[in-house]
């Protein structure tokens, strides 16, 4: 998988402005599960979130991995108690990694799922750590530019409007009128009287000179021409000579 885990930047500000706002967001669910099967080089079971991380078993196989060491021992997961003692483990690493304590969820939060998006917001704090930390695994959402701005809605999904110029449009320029194979004009014509009188150096023969000129891939050049070629047939290069027979008259 590529070390970084979907590069989409302004998808990644909108999940964050609705997980900061309180809402669930599926895409930074599903993006937070991806990274953490690429940083365990693992598959993990096709669960909900909540239900997958409530133990808090993988997010304390990912710490040790980014940070190794930084949990000396995961409980296993067969009562309440082991899955609290995990995540506490786990929130304590999260905080000598640096992330700030209002960026941190609750164990409650996550183990009876009271609060998600809160739970999403550290791990996606964690991401932002790593660009940081030297880490040359895979990363989680789009680097930090160091400026934190309140995106309008708009702004955030300006992106949907946009039209590729290889859709064959750009802002509804199209080429309607254009004949292929047709005289372009490399002058310009002036067709302005005052203009003709500023560009008195111009005469009318240069300002349309441009009007003689066939490019090469026209075909012709020079008044040569491509009839009675055949495709796939041989041309001849050399010039046709015909010879005369002598007439016995003349002998």
């Not at 110029?165 to 067709?191: L, S």
Request: glycine letters at 8%; aromatic letters at 8%; proline letters at 7%.
């Amino acid at each position: 998988m590529a070390n970084r885990v979907g590069p989409r930047g302004l998808t990644f500000l909108g999940a964050e402005k609705n997980i900061r706002e309180g809402k669930r967001d599926k895409f930074a669910e599903s993006e937070i599960g991806l990274w953490v099967e690429a940083v365990l080089e693992d598959c993990i079971p096709p669960k909900p979130f909540e239900e997958l991380f409530k133990d808090g078993v993988l997010f304390c196989r990912v710490m040790n991995i980014i940070r190794p060491g930084s949990i000396s021992k995961i409980q296993k997961p067969f009562t309440k108690d082991a899955h609290m003692a995990n995540l506490n483990a786990f929130l304590d690493a999260c905080r000598s990694f640096g992330v700030p304590d209002d960026q941190l969820f609750a164990p409650e939060d996550l183990w009876e799922a009271k609060n998600i998006p809160k739970v999403v917001l550290t791990m996606l704090s964690i991401g932002k750590k790593l660009y940081d930390s030297g880490w040359e695994g895979p990363n989680l959402g789009p680097k930090p530019t160091g400026e934190i701005k309140d995106w309008p809605e708009q702004v955030l999904r300006a992106s949907e409007a946009l039209i590729p110029a290889q859709y064959g449009t750009n802002k509804f320029a199209n080429q309607k009128g254009v004949r292929i194979g047709g005289v372009r004009d490399i002058t310009p014509k002036v067709t302005d009287k005052t203009n003709k009188e500023n560009m008195k150096e111009w005469s009318e023969q240069q300002l349309r000179a441009s009007e003689s000129i066939v490019p090469l891939q026209y075909g012709t050049n020079k008044l040569a021409s491509q009839k009675g070629i055949r495709f796939g047939g041989a041309r001849d290069i050399l010039p046709n000579v015909q010879y005369k027979t002598a007439d016995k008259s003349e002998e």
